[in-house]
């Protein structure tokens, strides 16, 4: 580890192979860590090494005008991608205490449970830069090393929804272990190929019709509109994706959206009730009433201006120890992390800044997943230095679900004055009226007839998170 610059400034931590299994940090030995050549400063709260400002400093990725060469994104990114963010927290083990963790709705006593969380956290799909893949769009750039991180963290939250869906909330993941065929499927739905339903590809893409070039950094509210817009195409994990607006969730157009009426001969004509609570959900759904369309629910908030508001600390903790939660995207401006949990006043999450090799199926069909799991302590964050422009993550498999989720939200959230979010039964009158989203009739985002070159010239690192409603 060297000094970029005075004490206290600029440090990076170089490494030679960031594919190793477990991330970045897995071929540092204790030994190494006390050594004599790693003499950090007493603070490095603000000393962090953010590589992508210096990409975004650096014209040699843009395009040669007339030589027909196209954009030497493997050249330019190999001069950045051994270079991390690293912060003190990274370093820092759990502390000694007799406190309460929470990660995704399950509580783990710190003190007595330390391995049991540290192997829920692992569980958890971790996807990050990858590099070497096939070009997005075919002339793009081949890695998403400084600009993928907010579409990573979608990735990660959507795998969790997956998890759930499929595997439950307790399933746990063991390295070098056979996992269910599912666990290998919902991989799959993630590889960086352009056939690969939420692949980097496919989301890139898809946001371009949210205003976002290739190369582009999103916002919280734009990946969960991509999200919402590729789950369209995904007949196996069918999910229903409710985008919430104006920080207002709308009971009745989730229902509206979720209860699927089965297309038979015996109810075509006949209507389903107008109320269904889960009590009646099993014998109505024998009689030939709706089923219900698991929920991933995002919630995108603005909780401040420069800043989070205090007043907002404790709702947003909350939603954490929903057992229907899927943790929330955030972070800073131009670094976003996936938020799984909390500590006192400290958040947990998941970083996707490390550039990994690109890694695809083998001859099997299986995918190698050793990669895809952060096997280190996770890092943590003051929730007051956490941007102010989030996106909240929840998945309901059931309408009971759903129903439990409302009443939680009733008694945590809107006891507040000043409420995080609202929860309405009604669609407000004069919102426009709620369609359900339904799969387009072409098989195409449109996406892939922009010129993507074109585009990657207003790439511009340097974009804030959006204010989603005042």
Partial sequence: MESTGSSGRLWELQFERSSTPGGAFAALTDSALRSA???????LAAAVVKWPVELAQDDSWRMESGTGSGFEWNRVLSKYENQITIFTDY?????????LVWILGKQHLLKTEKSKLLSDISARLWFTYRRKFSPIGGTGPSSDAGWGCMLRCGQMMLAQALICRHLGRDWNWEKQKEQPKEYQRILQCFLDRKDCCYSIHQMAQMGVGEGKSIGEWFGPNTVAQVLKKLALFDEWNSLAVYVSMDNTVVIEDIKKMCCILPLSADTAGESPPSSLNASNRSKSTSAGWPAWKPLLLIVPLR???????????DAFKECFK???????????????????GFLGDELIFLDPHTTQTFVDTEENGTVDDQTFHCLQSPQRMNILNLDPSVALG?????????DSWC???QKEILKENLRMFELVQKHPSHWPPFIPPAKPEVTTTGAEFIDSTEQLEEFDLEEDFEILSV
Avoid: H, R, W
């Fill in 37 to 43: 050549e790693l003499q950090v400063p007493g603070s």
């Fill in 91 to 99: 370093l820092e083990e759990f502390p000694d205490t007799d406190e």
């Fill in 303 to 313: 909780l401040g201006i420069n800043q989070i508001n205090p007043v907002y600390v």
């Fill in 322 to 340: 929903m057992p229907q939660s899927l943790g929330a995207l955030g972070g800073k401006p131009n670094n976003a992390y996936y938020f799984i």
């Fill in 394 to 402: 929840f998945f309901c498999k059931e309408e009971k679900d759903f």
């Fill in 407 to 409: 009443s939680l939200v």
